[in-house]
């Protein structure tokens, strides 16, 4: 089983608008790859082997969560996996986070810049211990983006001081820890108890080191993800399945870890 652990959909008729704003915001660095929408999301899935996509919205205001949520749990099917998401400013973030909870969604979606924060900041702390109480995921956003300059609100030292305040759960890291900040990844954060989502991605870190990382890491710790519609999953898994991996390893990455998780494998 292939699972694309971190992607992005918009309603149907909000995508046009919402592509169109996000691909202009960053110089259309990335060339999408779908329109944005679930249809388009699953054209893809189909054209690439992919069995399941996990979707991560990002919620910039207090206005938008209750609407986004609900559409995130509305797409879920058996090919469709969503998370939530909730404003980090909010006046109340329990309440907030028990709806995620409630729409029986997996876990919660973060993205320091679009949302403001400083990732190890105290009250998000609070934030990502109540949600991991709750049973959720959490993923991250981590290092480069290209609609905001430097110094950015998340590094690996963060991630790692977040480690340490943890108290269990799952945390997960995207773009293998800090997208182009790989040194500090590999020096600092590799072999955490966090884990990194390869999104954004193979064709961005340098080959050997990911072999580096993930041999500090564990691979057992590793997620496959494109960031889908701003990558293409297919390029991505051509270039795992190229690296000298064994067969278990790949397979772990590509779809066994997530499926450890999101509690798949457990038993109905």
Known sequence: MVIDFHTHVFPDELAP????????????????????TVGGLLKN??????DISVIQPV????????????FAASVQS???ISFGGIYPHTDDYKRDIDF????????LKFH???Q???????????IYDYALGKGLILLHHAGYDPAFKPPFKSSPQMFLNVAKAMRGGVMIAAHLGGHAQWDEVETVLAGSGLYLDTSMGFEYFPRDQFLRILDKHGADKIL??????????GTEIGHLRALPLPAETVDAILGGNARRILGMDCPS
């Open 100 to 107: 995620v909870a409630g729409l029986g969604l997996k876990g």
């Open 224 to 233: 496959f993800a494109s960031d889908a519609p701003w990558s293409s999953a």
């Open 59 to 70: 919620v910039t205001k207090q206005s938008q969560m209750k609407k986004a949520n609900e």
């Open 112 to 114: 320091a810049e679009y």
């Open 17 to 36: 608008k919402a592509m169109k704003a996000l691909t202009e915001e960053i110089d259309n660095i990335y060339p999408p790859v779908s329109d944005g």
């Open 116 to 126: 403001d924060f400083i990732l190890d900041g105290e009250r998000m702390l609070k």
């Open 78 to 80: 058996d090919r469709i």
């Open 45 to 50: 899935m189909d054209g690439w082997g992919i």
